[in-house]
């Protein structure tokens, strides 16, 4: 199980400028909400949640998360990143009580695609139609990843969010609100370039088809040359 340890400092200045200053000396700036506390703004090291965004599970994960003396569990709700630098310009955290649900996203990790029925045996390709779900738990029940085996897939067949088997405790925030749980989270279906190919050979069939039909219509509408003969003499 991973850990997560952050710290971070108030800040009393804002704005554009107090944030920029923040940048410019390393820091980033941040705000700290949720619970029964009003929102803080808050300063952290930029490099050190730098580092920690390479970890997958950081994004879903219970975070430690030290400001002076007080040290309190948060999530990661927000990011807001430089448009072109490899820089985050602002984060958002939220405080975590163990007695509310949270409502988070979470990576899905497929297994077997390389096993999958509809691939060995069909020629098919598994399609990502998801990549994260969002869920609701409890924090103690909150889950790195979704793991979601795609083995008995065939050409033609979808998982969708009602059929995934979800851990203890985490719900589906979609269904829970009365979302569609139809939506489909992985599938497998034929390759574009295949499927283009089929079509561009019925079209060429077609096409040689109809050019038949048309020749042998000519044929029949064509005098033959024994009336030729008697158009001719008459």
């Not at 807001?80 to 990576?107: A, C, F, G, W």
């Amino acid at each position: 199980m991973h850990e997560f340890d952050l710290t971070a400092e108030l800040r009393e200045d804002s704005g554009r400028g107090a944030s920029r200053r923040l940048r410019k000396a390393g820091k980033l700036p941040g705000i700290l909400y949720g619970g029964d506390k009003e929102a803080t703004p808050i300063a952290l090291n930029h490099d050190d949640v730098f580092h920690h965004l390479e970890h997958e599970v950081f994004y879903s994960h219970i975070l430690n998360l030290t400001i002076g003396k007080d040290k309190q569990k948060v999530v990661l709700k927000d990011l807001q990143r430089h448009p072109y630098k490899p820089n985050i310009l602002h984060i958002d955290l939220q405080r975590v009580s163990d007695k509310e649900k949270l409502t988070m996203r979470v990576p899905l990790h497929f297994i077997n695609e390389e096993k999958c029925i509809g691939v060995k045996q069909g020629g098919g390709v598994v399609s990502h139609n998801m990549t994260e779900l969002e869920i609701s738990c409890l924090p103690k029940d909150l889950p790195e990843f979704i793991e979601i085996d795609v083995l008995n897939l065939n050409v033609g067949d979808a998982i969708h969010i009602e059929d995934l088997q979800l851990p203890e405790g985490v719900q589906s925030y979609a269904m829970e609100h009365g979302g569609d749980g139809s939506a489909p989270v992985v599938s497998v279906h034929m390759p574009r370039v295949m499927i283009e190919e089929e079509e561009l050979g019925e079209v060429e069939e077609e096409e040689a088809e109809a050019a038949a039909a048309e020749e042998e219509e000519v044929k029949k509408a064509a005098p033959t040359e024994d009336k030729k003969d008697e158009e001719s003499e008459d």
